[in-house]
């Protein structure tokens, strides 16, 4: 499968588990995120080639404050998976972990080329970087949920949307 | 058990029913649905079940190598290892961990195995906050309740009764209502929570021995935050929840939150390998810039034994070991749709694999106020994503229990009737079930004696206060001629016939039911086949039902002898009686040696199994000459996979046939017969009633056919055999 319908794919997972996907490219990135963002917004840096915050009014420099203030969240994840609509966040130093799960808004820039075709490749893949060393992360998989107070609610812990930015990398 | 506790025992039920009964089974239904639905829409299923049940065999196999690899990769990560033996030592060690921070506030994310050992009551003795943050775990807190489910621990609890008691404990400014309501004032109470936390408790779901990394499985999101958010983290585990590496993790991850809530993947899987490079967050401070630079991360793990290295050393017990708690047992029970874990369950673990657990944990006399529940209906087994034989345990702790008794006085009495290998002790309603080939055949002998002496007025009071035989239920009637004398004067077979087929004739075929004998000879014949019978004989499933495994393996090798020279001439048995026919194909392999049961399994097959392919390939049927009919086959039967040539042969010979979809009728052998139970049964029953009323209805299990009759008041049910064979002979030639 070519990264073109790997990405179709993981569109269609997506919004079955209530994930809004948007696709773009590096020289359009600032504007997209801009509509997709609510401000005040943080965010870590995104290792995508032509890619960043900088540019943007995501605040990068993180404090409690501001990560308890914000409404959206930016973070980079390492891969998604196309079957289920799922993004591996790192749990890195820069605090991609809490920036994804504080805000009620979380963002996800995910490169198009980083879509891996089902779960088992994936955890293949963290497998591999387990091997290299102690890592950790989370599969997650659209917005945080409950059943537990007598219906299907969104947004308990973590976010209640989950919006994907997939960058065409190639 | 006596009259007074049986009505005890009913009381409970019925309590358990009025107040939790309505919301678990709505719940418990619904994920049941949604299991089915995504399991069926995962073509890798099965495949994913036998890699998950080697992995688990392999790593308790292993797992004293395990718990040492695990230490070692913890260790090298900067984290700490603590094997307790039991729950009192794992409770001190966290909190000696706490002592060590000056730490007051606890944040918990969800854990059975905390809930095992009492942790958050333990620390909050200490003085503690402890604050469960899965929100169901929350409630539970919150209403000083136990979990009635292992997934779900309060979802006994309707939104009503949740509103009422957080606005009792928290009186907001608006009464909080709806379910949205609810869980924005539990996010921003427990958020606060997580903020201040000193401590954050996890469990986990699996541990990854080779990385020493844990993986959590959540939909909230408040393992994550409980998990990184304080510096300090402690996770409880079960030895039993190590495998060795990631490698061996992606089955688990297909089947877990399939088989919990029918989800394809869980909102949140997390791999930790602790202590994480994510920064800690101090709220105190809320302009110190995050940096994970000066971080003083501190993580421990918590290995909990608490009988477990007893039980993988237990032959029966250790397949519990096996468990990854999605609770897909607990869903699919039809009791346990009806009451819930207050009722099935002990305090943590509940439903069919609640004994395990309790019984590994506590020993076999802690599941004495629900082991019975199990009725070995077998509609679990095929729900458990690591195919543990559920039932089986039941049996066997049920056996364990039943001879920790004192004799009862009558004892000597009833010992010289009963012919059973039971030690004494055994409990007066179960060895009258136990046994009931010599009741059959003492009733039978006096047939139409029994039959009036059982409508005298009073006698129905009598059979409740003895053997507990609840009064409401009608005894099916004994024949005046059983299938055996019938037989006798019937022996002769076509002349044409050069194949010789074996009739299996049950207790109930006998004495109850011969009519549904008498057509499958008709129909055989009618095929061209030489009939033969064999001797009536009990097939053990009675005393099995009743925990007494010494009789039932005396029956079963008795069965095996009596089959031994049919099968050795490959000549088929045909078994008339479903529950008998699981028998043979699941349960004999635990009585007799593993080539006796192959060989069972092997020669025997289900009537109509056996005829449905020969009427299919006779081409004089003139079809469509039926109608509608329902055809509710035994839960044993649909376990086992042998309802579908019944379907086929009904039709094949034209009819509209509809199936039941309820988990199990609820009579279930002799349960529903049994006082203590006859509400539960009848409870369970009400689902499938709609099912079975308004169109002709066939039944294949002799206690389903009891049932039915009850439920909608009306004729016995037949086999279908008897439809099929009265088709057959009306509709062709
Ligand atoms: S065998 Fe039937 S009654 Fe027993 S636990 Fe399983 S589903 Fe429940």
Known sequence: MDAGAETTQF???????????????????????????????????????????????????????????????????????????????????????????????????????????????????????????????????????????????????????????????? | MTEESRRQTAARIRDVMTTDGAAVN???????????????????????????????????????????????????????????????????????????????????????????????????????????????????????????????????????????????????????????????????????????????????????????????????????????????????????????????????????????????????????????????????????????????????????????????????????????????????????????????????YTGGIGTGWVAGIDGPDATAGFNDLCTSCSRCVPNCPVKIDIPWINTVVRERRNHGKTPDAVDHLIDPLVPDQEATGLDRQKRFFGNIDTVLRLGSSLAPVSNWALSLPGVDRLLESTVGIDRRRSLPHLATETFASWWADHQENPDSADTTVHLFVDLYTNYLYPERGKAAVRLLRELDLSVEVTPVLPSGRAPLSQGMISTATEQANEVAEALDSSIAAEEPVLVIEPSDLALFRSEYSKLLPTETAAKIEAGTVGILEYVTPLLKSQSEIESGASGEIVFHSNCQQRTAGFEEPTVEALEALGYDVRTTDVECCGMAGSFGYKSQFYELSMAVGGDLEPQVTDTEVLASGTSCVAQIESLADGDEPPHPVELVEQAWTEHTR
């Open chain 1, 11 to 170: 569109e269609t997972a997506a919004a079955d588990h209530d994930l809004a996907v948007t696709r773009t490219r590096a020289a359009s990135f600032d504007s997209t995120l801009d509509g997709i963002v609510e401000y005040p917004a943080v965010g870590v840096s995104l290792p995508i080639d032509g890619v960043s915050l900088a540019e943007t009014d995501v605040e990068t420099t993180l404090t409690p404050r501001k990560l308890d203030a914000a409404r959206t969240g930016v973070t980079p994840v390492s891969f998604g998976i196309a079957t289920l609509g799922t993004v591996f966040i790192e749990g890195s130093a820069d605090g991609a972990e809490p920036v994804s799960l504080f805000p009620e808004r979380h963002v996800a820039v995910l490169a198009a080329s980083d879509v891996c075709p089902e779960l088992a490749a994936a955890v293949d893949r963290f497998g591999e970087e387990l091997a290299a060393g102690p890592s950790s992360g989370v599969f997650a998989t659209g917005p945080s949920a409950t059943a537990d107070m007598g219906g299907h609610v969104q947004g308990v812990h973590g976010p209640s949307e989950v919006h994907v930015i997939v960058v065409a990398d190639r």
């Open chain 2, 26 to 348: 709505e719940q418990v239904r619904n994920l049941n649905e949604n299991r089915y639905e995504s399991v069926a829409a995962f073509d890798d299923y099965e495949s994913s079940r036998d890699r998950a049940r080697k992995i688990k065999e392999r790593a308790i196999e292993d797992l004293p190598t395990l718990i040492e690899t695990v230490t070692e990769h913890v260790e090298a990560n900067g984290g700490h290892v603590h094997v307790a033996k039991d729950g009192a030592e794992a409770n001190r060690y966290v909190q000696d961990v706490l002592d060590e921070q000056a730490g007051e506030t606890v944040v918990k994310s969800k854990s059975m195995t905390t809930e095992e050992i009492g942790l958050r009551e333990h620390l909050a003795d200490e003085g503690a906050d402890v604050f469960e943050t899965d929100l169901g775990e929350f409630v539970i807190q919150l209403a000083e309740e136990s979990p009635s489910h292992i997934v779900g621990p309060s979802l006994h609890k309707s939104r009503e009764e949740i509103a009422t008691l957080f606005n009792e404990q928290f009186d907001p400014d608006s009464p909080l209502e709806t379910p949205a309501e609810l869980t924005a004032f539990a996010r921003e109470y427990l958020g606060e929570r997580m903020k201040e936390a000193d401590l954050g408790i996890t469990g986990a779901n699996f541990v990854l021995a080779e990385s020493g990394s844990i993986v959590l499985v959540t939909n909230e999101g408040n393992a994550r935050k409980s998990a990184v958010v304080p510096d300090t983290h402690v996770a409880v585990a079960g030895i039993e929840k190590l495998i060795p590496s990631i490698e061996e993790l992606h089955p688990f991850l297909e089947l877990i939150a399939r088989s919990a809530t029918g989800q394809d993947i869980a909102q949140y899987v997390s791999l930790l390998t602790p202590p994480v490079k994510t920064p800690t967050l101090d709220f105190d401070r809320p302009d110190q810039p995050i940096d994970a630079s000066d971080d003083d991360r501190e993580f421990h793990l918590v290995l909990l034994d608490n009988g477990r290295t007893a039980m993988r050393e237990d032959p029966h017990l250790r397949e519990t070991l096996y468990c990854i708690r999605c609770g897909a047992c607990l869903n699919s029970c039809a009791n346990f749709q009806q009451v819930g874990g207050h009722a099935f369950g002990g305090d943590t």
